[in-house]
Structure formats: C-alpha cells, structure tokens
C-alpha cells in the first residue's frame, strides 16, 4: 500500500497513543477540510447559495459520514483530488502560475495515498474539463516542471519500494 495514510496515522499514534481517535483523526480532519473545500470550489463556480447547499448535502450524506470515520483510503484521495481540481479552477481562473504548480503536488499526494488511481483520476477530470472547457493551459516548459514536480514527490517511495520487493511490489 501507498504509505502516506500510514504514515500519518503511526504519527497519530505516537502522539496520541493507541486508540480510536489517534487511527481516525486525519480522516475526520480531511472530511472536514473536503465539506469546506466543496463550499470554496462551489462558490468559485457558481455563487454562495449552490455552496452553502452542495457542503451541506455533502457533510449530511451518511455514506461521507461513515467514510469519514473510517481509517480508509478514500477520504484522504478525495481531498487531494479536490485540492488538485480546486487548484487547477484557481489557475484558470486567475491565471497564476503558483495555482498550477499546486496540482503535480496534490495528485502525488493523492498518489501516495492509494497508489496510480491518485494520478488517474484527476487526470482523467482534468482532461475531460480541459476539452469541454476550452480551458488554456502554461507552457510547455511549465507543464514540464509540473511533471518533474509530481516525480520528485512520487518516485522516492516506488523506487525504494521497488528495491526492496523487487518484481512482487510491480
């Protein structure tokens, strides 16, 4: 398994001890920050009445509830990929290129979070919304620098990986 989940989790461990709010914390935390993120990315796109009620459906759906206490992965993949998309909406929007050197950050997150879907995902939404959109997008030099930017989060871990599992890790 992709190891940042774990990571923070053993964090929460060693501060907190052995229980169930040290195993679930970051996930409640990052349901949080996701009801709070779709109020922001809805706001960005619509206006503040289609945010306050697409959090609001968010935040009372049992399903998000229920994941958001769970030590799974998914929680944590929604965040990112929603940073990512909220990032990229922030870019096209205002047009600074910091907005879009977030994106490579947060899909690595997502990807060291449950592995190549982390990259798959956004890049399939970001695609898609791209070509519908008609969004523009940096110059190739800074399309460079963005993959170079998600490789030098991601690489370290499956390479490392790699080379201590050998063909099983693949």
Not at 72 to 91: G, K, R
Not at 135 to 160: D, E, Q, R, Y
């Amino acid at each position: 398994k992709p190891p940042l989940m774990i990571w923070l989790t053993a964090a929460s461990f060693k501060v907190f001890g052995f229980n169930d709010f040290a195993a679930t914390l970051w996930h409640s935390l990052f349901a949080l920050l996701i009801v709070l993120l779709t109020y922001q990315l809805a706001k960005e796109l619509f206006n503040k009445k289609t945010a306050f009620a697409s959090a609001l459906i968010l935040a009372t759906t049992a399903q998000f509830f229920y994941q958001a206490r769970s030590p799974l992965q998914d929680i944590p993949l929604t965040l990112f990929i929603l940073l990512s998309v909220y990032s990229f909406v922030l870019y096209s929007k205002y047009k600074k290129i910091g907005y879009f050197y977030l994106i490579p950050i947060f899909i690595s997150l997502a990807t060291l979070t449950k592995g190549p879907v982390g990259l798959a995902l956004p890049a399939i939404i970001l695609c898609i919304w791209i070509w519908l959109g008609n969004k523009k997008l940096p110059s190739i030099g800074n399309i460079m620098i963005a993959i170079i930017l998600f490789f030098a989060i991601t690489a370290p871990w499956f390479i490392a990986e790699y080379r201590i599992l050998g063909q099983k890790f693949l």
